[in-house]
């Protein structure tokens, strides 16, 4: 409640006395959007934690797709290495690398490359709390890049989750 009528103390902040009956339903409220925001924050961390990239290998993976996977994993990050480099170091045409890996891990090279990212965006945070920087050490090209992709990927912003880098990790 705001009234213009309130006595001010210093600095020109306006004290309203609420009786305790008013006070306790909102002190209720309060405690339980603070419940409801911990336990998100605890349910994103245990997803990041324990995220792995959801893959439907085959018993016998193909040694070439095994070497891309290989070089994604240790240099991605540093230069992101195009599908022209990929398969010109497993010898394999752009278009047959493709529809081999697709085949052998059941996602594309795209969205195999994106779950390596978030998967380093949760390192990349327990690390340095800042989410700029997250993103960028994690090999998004920027802090729009990273919050279309994880929208797109878990339904929220990361900004919402991860407000004020409040982040307690297990």
């Given amino acids: ?3 213009p009528y309130a006595p001010e103390i210093s600095g020109g902040t306006k004290i309203i006395k609420l009786e305790e009956r008013e006070l306790l339903p909102l002190k209720e409220e309060l405690i ?6 911990d336990k998100a924050k605890h349910n994103l961390t245990l997803i990041l934690d ?12 193909d040694d070439r797709i095994l070497l891309v ?9 540093e230069t992101q290495i195009s599908l ?15 529809h081999l890996f697709r085949e052998q891990m059941g996602i594309p090279i795209s969205s195999y490359r994106v779950w390596i990212r978030i998967r380093n965006l ?12 997250a993103a960028h050490s994690s090999g ?3 802090s729009s ?11 929220i912003n990361p900004k919402n989750v991860f407000a004020d880098a409040l982040i307690h990790w297990i």
């Fill in 1 to 3: 409640k705001y009234s």
């Fill in 32 to 37: 339980e959007l603070l419940q409801q925001k």
């Fill in 50 to 61: 324990n995220l792995h990239i959801p893959i439907q290998r085959k018993s016998k993976m």
């Fill in 69 to 77: 996977q290989k070089l994604l994993l240790q240099k991605d990050l």
């Fill in 84 to 98: 022209v480099e990929l398969a010109a170091s497993v010898g394999l045409s752009e278009s047959r690398l493709s």
């Fill in 122 to 133: 949760a390192d990349a945070l327990k690390k340095n709390r800042k989410l700029t920087y």
């Fill in 140 to 142: 998004f090209f920027d």
């Fill in 145 to 155: 890049h990273l919050h279309r992709v994880f929208k797109q990927y878990f339904g």
